[in-house]
């Protein structure tokens, strides 16, 4: 058993993750900024914690991760607002880095996304620049840090049904069902042998608890 926090407590991927933690027996916060999605979170089995991660320095990042064993970052501004976009899916995750040193809570790992990278190409004038922009810087900063990081990138999300395989070698970005994309990370908490790997995948036919070690 774990105790696990999770940042972005509410989003889709979150959910199913939260449910398949507590089901192994992991306990799992799940950290929101809705008051209003407690109940949503309670139903997956974690439990909420109500705080504007945009707002808190690292000192009351720190206080949140404390008590816990690991972090996993799934939070994002959603797009849209550019300036929300650098503010917390950079500046909000790099504290959150320092705020997991700063509580002793080593293992820490980042949802990100297939192309992220410091060369990822994206045009300036594109409305996704500013988001590849910040995940690079984010995904980067947590390589250099202390942390026992594993960096995911699944591909382009889907709602399908998960179907509990991957393909971790594709050299090309296809698709992924957010449910496998909850399943990896459950099976990257459980495997010490993906710290400080980048893991990108996309659906495909090897066993996700084969494929996350394969790829390591």
């Known amino acids: 058993m774990a105790r696990i926090i999770i940042f972005g407590g509410h989003g ?6 939260e449910r398949l933690l507590s089901e192994r027996g992991d306990e799992v916060t799940a950290v929101i900024r809705n008051p209003d999605h407690t109940e949503d979170v309670r139903a997956a089995g974690a439990e909420p914690l109500v705080a504007d991660i945009e707002q808190l320095d690292v000192d009351g990042l720190s206080r949140l991760i404390a008590g816990h064993e690991a972090v996993v970052w799934s939070a994002g501004a959603g797009g849209g607002n550019p300036a929300r976009t650098i503010a917390v899916d950079r500046d909000a995750a790099i504290r959150s880095m320092a705020a997991a040193e700063q509580a002793g809570v080593k293992r820490y790992v980042m949802v990100s996304y297939f192309r992220a990278s410091l060369e990822h190409g994206v045009p300036e004038d594109n409305s996704f620049f500013t988001y590849a922009e910040a995940k690079a810087a984010a995904d980067e900063h947590l390589r250099s840090s202390q942390l026992e990081w594993t960096v995911l990138g ?11 395989r991957i393909d971790t070698a594709a050299e090309r970005s296809g698709r992924v069902s957010r449910a496998n994309v909850a399943a990896v990370i459950a099976a990257t908490l459980a495997d010490a042998s993906t710290i400080h790997r980048t893991v990108r995948f996309n659906d495909g036919d090897t066993d996700i608890t084969e494929a996350v070690r394969a790829a390591s």
Do not use: F, Q, R
């Not at 889709?12 to 993750?17: E, F, N, R």
């Open 12 to 17: 889709k991927i979150a959910l199913l993750a």
């Open 154 to 164: 699944p591909s382009t999300l889907t709602l399908e049904e998960g179907t509990g």
